[in-house]
């Protein structure tokens, strides 16, 4: 059993991982400032043996007792709203939050993860698509997405300086397109967006026409890369993702398949000129060296999702 600090525990993907760590019978202490992160995401877990929660920012030193063995970075803003939203908390979550959480993890001598992202590939081109870890990316430094891309591209060069120069153990996670339930229906992204204005039956927002492509993994999957990933004996970055990689347009035609609403689809115009045009991970590495593959397909993802949403909507009309 291992003693894990999380930041960002309270978040849609940290919630589903401090589930499954707790599950295997590791203890858990999430640290959140609930900034995007939801306590209700966690509300199950009070008073469960090994979990602990700690409402601080992630830049603050932790109060901790004991030994440490792993330390997870999870904690960001991470929807393009936010970036407009909360640009500097992005900032200080990719920067001063992981040089904290890197020293404290050399404190104990623990492994450290970090939930790096593929937007650090930016807006790929054409020959570096699928994206392979080993592509630098193609990046707008100064751009209003560049809040959540720069800092992320940041983050990892941190902790890959303290794996090179103070033999620190680490991990670096490239997280792509995710959704399942738990997402804040308010969030204003892709899935979140398509599936509360067809339950609403209102008309679905293609972005600069629905041309652009995505890649979406289902929470569950992606937990799951993730904890292997923790787990595994790999250095340098590993992307998590799903390789089926569809148009918004067919995703906003699934959602109206799952949701049996008959709205119409509707172009707006794209709110960020650095909106990556193509989007899917090459996960050959995470297969070969982690075993894993995703399993849960968009349907079936999407009705679970649906389930979550519509109960929210139904709660709290958003
Ligand atoms: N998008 C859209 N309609 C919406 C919300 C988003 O067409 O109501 C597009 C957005 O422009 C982007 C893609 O869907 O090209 C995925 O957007 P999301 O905000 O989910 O995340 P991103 O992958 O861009 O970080």
Not at 19 to 32: A, P, S
Not at 138 to 146: A, D
Not at 266 to 274: C, D, H, N, S, V
């Amino acid at each position: 059993m291992s003693r894990i600090l999380m930041s960002g525990g309270a978040g849609f993907l940290g919630s589903y991982l401090t589930d499954l760590l707790l599950d295997t019978g590791h203890e858990v202490t999430v640290l959140d400032n609930l900034c995007t992160g939801q306590r209700e995401n966690l509300a199950h877990l009070d008073g469960r043996k090994g979990f602990t929660f700690i409402e601080q920012d992630a830049c603050d030193p932790p109060p901790l007792d004991g030994p440490l063995d792993y330390v997870m970075h999870m904690a960001s803003p991470a929807s393009p709203r936010d970036f407009l939203q909360k640009p500097f908390e992005c900032l200080r979550a990719g920067s001063f939050a992981t040089h904290n959480l890197l020293e404290l993890a050399e404190q104990h001598s623990a492994r450290f993860l970090l939930a790096s992202t593929s937007e650090i590939y930016g807006d790929p081109v054409p020959e570096h698509h699928p994206q392979k870890e080993g592509y630098w990316g193609n990046v707008n430094p100064i751009g209003r997405r560049s809040v959540y891309d720069e800092a992320k591209r940041y983050a990892e060069i941190v902790t890959m300086t303290y794996q090179r120069e103070r033999n620190l153990e680490t991990r670096i996670v490239r997280i792509f397109n995710t959704y399942g339930p738990r997402m804040r229906p308010d969030d204003g992204r892709v899935v979140t967006n398509l599936v509360c204005q067809a339950l609403r039956g209102e008309p679905l927002t293609l972005y600069g026409g629905g041309q652009q492509t995505r890649s979406f993994c289902y929470v569950s999957d992606l937990a799951d890369g993730i904890v292997r990933l923790l787990f595994s004996d790999e250095p340098k970055p590993v992307n998590i993702g799903n390789p089926y990689e569809r148009t918004i347009r067919e995703l906003a035609e699934t959602i109206l398949k799952v949701t049996g609403s008959s709205s119409e689809l509707i172009t707006k115009p794209l709110p960020f000129e650095e909106d990556p045009r193509q989007r899917c991970p090459d996960i050959t590495k995470a297969r070969t060296v982690l075993g894993w593959e995703p399993k849960v397909s968009l349907e079936d993802g999407l009705i679970e999702t649906v389930k979550h949403l519509r109960a929210k909507l139904e709660r709290q009309p958003v």
